[in-house]
């Protein structure tokens, strides 16, 4: 690995004369203890994704309480309402934590205060394109999906709601990403679990009515979601506004494109990366279909499992965009690469432990979707195959998180989008012109996230710094080859 840098004492940053002292949560991602820091900065994001499982589990039981029709029509929406909340969240949100903790770790509160300003248009403009988009073209994606009639209209009902209020979820998301980015994870994840306590709070008493208030239905289950979201959204902006390490200026600044490109750079690629994930687990359940119903389950089940990871990855990875982000920003370029290193770590050994388990008894996991013997036959024989790779599979997805650390999320869009092709084309490979069969699908699959981690590990390595200019108290050669190594 060839990098043109210097590690750089955090005292070297900031001599008293021509720079504020560091905050104390910004000192504590530069030089706090690399495993405890990530430890304690990753325990309130865990309670956030518990949060989002609350969402997911109240709206769908509340509405099967009205009918079948309603909670399908919902079922229709619910995946779109759950693109705007990851899209921003993890997406489009860790471009702003990410920008926000590289000015802060160079010292430069100026900048990050008005990429807050600049992470709150794109939140205005995000939320736009989405109701935009969705409103207009529900009535044919619903159709597209197999709505008809009443399922039809409960759904319309409910996405005309909770899509055309997605404002509140954008501006609430993305500000909550610019508190991330200070290292601050305790205060964004207090709110979104305060939020999902009203939803679960109100939601009944809007879906079936209560006194003089009507019954609204599936709408109801959408007014549940933006009311809560609404709070939440002026508590950020409040909190923004009053105080923190960052600030919500609305006065005195002006858009800047190269702003907006700093917070892009990461988010849009974040963004692709989400719907590239999703997207090939459309393509490799139509690959299993071709092979019949049974092997379709048998591989959606397993896979239900990956699900699960993406949020415990989520949870260290906002920690790791931090913590990578400041030490980046701060030129403490070898602290960056251990605690990527040290992130990326913890999340595979986690992922990889929860493969080995299931590879072991699959049983634990298949036993909980289906007592079908053929479908719980193969749901086994995926997990078997493939539950060993989740080791490669975490290491990508903790390898994911460090990128955007870095500001390079198009290296891992690009090997997620080689990962999503592989396994298709290779599954494919392996039916019809070796004829393995299941097993073959499904070690393709595997492979699939060997090469994903593979490529993210070749990526991180290759990363090379920006020269770091002489600083006052430093004794090393800046710039000079391999000092960080």
Known sequence: MSERSASISPRSLAPAKTAPP???????????????????????????????????????????????????GASLAFPWVMMVLQTTNSGMGLGVSS????????????????????????????AAVFSTVMLLGAPFLFRLMGGRDEMLADALAYANVALGGAVVICVSNLLGNAVRGTGNMSFPASVLIGAVIVHIAISPVLIFGFGPLPA??????????????????????WYLRSRTIVRLN????????????????????????????NLSVV??????????????????MGARLEYIMQPIAFGFGTAIVAMVG?????????????VAWTGAATVALLCGTIGLIVAFEPRLWIGLFSD?????????????????????????????????????GVAAMNANAVRMVESAAGGLVAIYWFDLGVAGFFAAVAAGFCIYAALLVRAVVNVEAPDAAPAANSSAPIGAKGADQ
């Not at 690959?287 to 959606?300: F, H, N």
């Open 22 to 72: 560091a905050a104390a949560r910004t000192k504590l991602l530069l030089e706090g203890p690399i495993l405890p820091t990530l430890l304690r900065l990753a325990a309130p994001n865990i309670l956030t994704l518990l949060a989002f499982v609350g969402v997911i589990t109240f709206d769908g039981f509340f509405l099967g309480r009205i009918g079948t029709n309603a909670l399908a």
């Open 99 to 126: 920008a926000i903790a590289r000015a802060l770790g160079a010292g430069r509160r100026d900048r990050a205060d008005a990429l807050v300003f600049h992470a709150f248009l794109l939140a205005l403009a995000t």
């Open 216 to 237: 609204l239905g599936p709408a109801g289950a959408g007014w549940g979601i933006v009311i809560p979201f609404l709070g939440s959204s002026a508590i950020m902006i």
């Open 250 to 277: 609305f006065r005195g600044v002006t858009p800047r494109w190269e702003l907006f490109a700093d917070i892009l750079k990461v988010g849009v690629p974040g963004l692709i990366n989400i719907a590239i994930t």
């Open 283 to 300: 393509v490799l359940t139509g690959i299993a279909g071709q092979m019949g119903r049974d092997t379709a389950l048998g591989y959606a």
């Open 326 to 338: 400041t030490n980046w920003g701060a030129r403490q370029y070898r602290r960056a690469r251990e």
């Open 372 to 408: 079908d013997a053929e479908v719980a036959r193969l749901g086994a024989l995926y997990l078997r195959i493939v539950g060993p790779a989740y080791l490669c599979l975490g290491l990508g997805f903790g390898l994911f998180y460090v990128t955007q650390g870095f500001g390079r």
